[in-house]
Antibody, heavy 116, light 107 residues
Framework: EVQLAESGGGLVQPGRSLRLSCVASGFTFGDYGMHWVRQAPGKGLEWVSGISWNSGSVGYADSVKGRFTISRDNANNSLYLQMNSLRLDDTAVYYCAKWGSGFGSWGQGTLVTVSS | ERVMTQSPATLSVSPGGRVALSCRAS??????LAWYQQKPGQVPRLLIYGASTRATGIPARFSGSGSATEFTLTISTLQSEDFAIYYCQQYDTWPFTFGQGTKLEIK
């Protein structure tokens, strides 16, 4: 069974940094692209960033480009999102998701709250 | 960036009915389109990928159609568990983008 477990969320002040992690199990992590998707309270889904199986290709939403960095460690079945210069509108639940012609597997999410 | 526009924002339908949810892309996404269902307090569930292929375990009452810039998710014979928010998502080009969602509510 595919399992994705995010961690690292919390309350942070505007302008500060946070690093999210996602640990995967139940599949060969290194064979799949992985992504981060977020959902602000009461709002819709927003794709944040994605990374190919070998880290050779990465992409970012315009809203986070230059501030967020995605990375992965295939040896440790882990996905990361380094979030710098956080803004109030980055407040959301952040999900990691496994790519395979659609996001077929999602973690339960970790809440990031940006507030002074 | 490909902007995905869903309509309507909210749809009120009676159980047993049939609905068609629309998703339009600002530029062609070929057939690189997925549909998701999200219920309150739950993570999204993949319904359709490749515009028309049902994901594993998805009932046959869910069907997808379309290509290029116009897509439709059809749900025939609505069940009580189908009342939720539905999102389309293009994965033709980065940045991947979601539509704003269509809320399906009980009439």
């Amino acid at each position: 069974e595919v399992q994705l477990a995010e961690s690292g969320g919390g309350l942070v002040q505007p302008g500060r940094s946070l690093r999210l992690s996602c640990v995967a199990s139940g599949f060969t992590f290194g064979d799949y692209g992985m992504h981060w998707v977020r959902q602000a309270p009461g709002k819709g889904l927003e794709w944040v960033s994605g990374i190919s199986w070998n880290s050779g290709s990465v992409g970012y939403a315009d809203s986070v480009k230059g501030r967020f960095t995605i990375s992965r460690d295939n040896a440790n079945n882990s996905l990361y999102l380094q979030m710098n210069s956080l803004r109030l509108d980055d407040t959301a639940v952040y999900y990691c998701a496994k790519w395979g012609s659609g996001f077929g597997s999602w973690g339960q999410g970790t809440l990031v709250t940006v507030s002074s | 960036e490909r902007v995905m526009t869903q309509s309507p924002a909210t749809l009120s339908v009676s159980p047993g009915g049939r609905v068609a949810l629309s998703c339009r892309a600002s530029q062609t996404v070929s057939r690189n389109l997925a549909w998701y269902q999200q219920k309150p307090g739950q993570v999204p569930r993949l319904l359709i990928y490749g515009a028309s292929t049902r994901a594993t375990g998805i009932p046959a009452r869910f069907s997808g159609s379309g290509s290029a810039t116009e897509f439709t998710l059809t749900i025939s014979t609505l069940q009580s568990e189908d009342f939720a928010i539905y999102y389309c998502q293009q994965y033709d080009t980065w940045p991947f983008t979601f539509g704003q969602g269509t809320k399906l509510e009980i009439k």
